[in-house]
């Protein structure tokens, strides 16, 4: 740090926008943020104000968004009045570069960098003080746009939840507006032209001949009535031929096909991701139990339970994911759902076989043994006792990883049953031996996520 702060920010001129392009925050963010917190710890932000971005590049925004969290970090409402700007102003901004990306499909280059700033803006914009009521429900309806946006990139849903989050802080009206957000992607509606029928043309034809039939009358009734010398009413008259002549031109433009709205149900894996990242990110960020909240079973029926079993393992991976959250919040949610998780560690892919032991293990390590009728303390045989309920097989399944040849499996088993023990939740001698075994293993020696557990 001294040699950054004392050389090269100082040989830089003190510069932070040169320092950051030297550094290249699109390739490594998570150093050029620990670097310029490093700065602004003993050289201060400069007294930079919200003007000083207003032409916005990769650079500026980085350092836009790190300056702006750095100040929420340490309380300096001060700091962040003069950086952060109005609501509806910060909306517009966000919005142009969601544009400017989508349109710059021929421009590699460009769309890369409207990414990378668009991420930038939605991370500071749960940063801004949605006090206003006008400016809330204005970038509440763009988020809620934003989120309905046909192929939306996925970096964009978690910060996107987490700005709803902030705007709606109460779970049960931000799960309506994630309720109506996934429908309208599963169901969008679509402009569906069909065409008119033989039976319906010929409708059309007889009324268009009674119009011109009554259309006749009509202007031999008015020409009577001006030689007659009866203004009023000719010009009443007149009224009524202007009105038939619009309907006949109307009949006569018809088209041979008629445009309708109907909703759709989208089933291609894209929908499907967007879907479940969308309601995996509110999960996260909210209390609500499929046990307490009719709107959440629901969804968890209609999307999650159905994504389980989808073709493509990202979608269902996701979907995994999304209840292993609920049950981890529900207890007996994660009873019922136990066996599904232990049935996709066993034979499905590989990546979803990481996901479910991980949630298996989390569900152990929060819940207990004894909340699945596991018993925690060996039996005959040195092998952990367990009883004769539906969860029987889950320890002997577990332990079998401890020799997978995958050494994330492998590790991920360590690492389980190692947190498991360290929180008395299991008191087995043979699940300590297997990994102190597993310690002085020659083979695991390059491991050291594993050698560290």
Known sequence: VDMLYKHWFATLGSDVAALLDCLDVEGDQEVCEKALIAILQRHGDGNVTVKDFEQLDCVK??????????????????????????????????????DLEADSEGDIDGRL????????????????????????????????TLLQTPALPVEFIEPLIETLAKLCPDDSSRLNLVSEIISEIREP????????????????????????VELMQAKEKKDRLVREEKYTEAEEMKKVIED????????????????????????????????????????????????????????????????????????????????????????E?????????LQVAQVDQEVLQYTAL???????????????????TEGPGDQPAESNGTSSSIIPVLLRYLDSENSDLRTLAVEGFARLLLLNHMASAQVLSRLIVLYYNPTTEEDTRLRQC
């Open 358 to 376: 991980q949630i298996m293990f989390d569900l152990l390590v929060v819940f207990g043994m004894v909340a699945f009728d596991i018993n925690s």
């Open 333 to 341: 949610f994660a009873r019922m759902h136990l066996l599904l998780f």
């Open 244 to 331: 038939l002549e619009a309907a006949r031109t109307e009949l006569t433009a018809a088209a041979a096909t008629v445009a309708t709205e109907v909703r759709t149900q989208k089933d291609d894996p894209v929908t499907w991701a967007a879907c479940l990242t969308i309601l995996r990110a509110f999960l996260e960020n909210s209390r609500l139990t499929v046990s307490h909240s009719s709107m959440l079973g629901n969804l968890v029926g209609a999307v999650v339970l159905p994504a389980v079993q989808n073709v493509d393992p990202k979608v269902r991976n996701l979907a995994l994911r999304c209840l292993g959250l609920c049950a981890l919040s529900d207890k």
């Open 189 to 212: 509606l679509q402009t569906k032209e069909t065409t008119v029928t033989k039976a319906e043309m010929r409708k059309r034809e007889l009324r268009k001949a009674a119009l011109t």
């Open 61 to 98: 925004a980085f350092w836009w968004r790190v300056l702006c969290t750095f100040h929420q970090t340490a309380k300096n409402d001060e700091a962040l009045e003069r950086l952060l700007p109005a609501v509806s102003e910060f909306g517009l901004i966000i919005r142009q570069f969601v």
């Open 113 to 144: 960098q409207a990414h990378f700033i668009t991420i930038q803006l939605l991370k500071l914009a749960c940063l801004l003080d949605y006090t206003d009521e006008a400016g809330r429900k204005k970038m509440t309806n763009m988020c809620q």
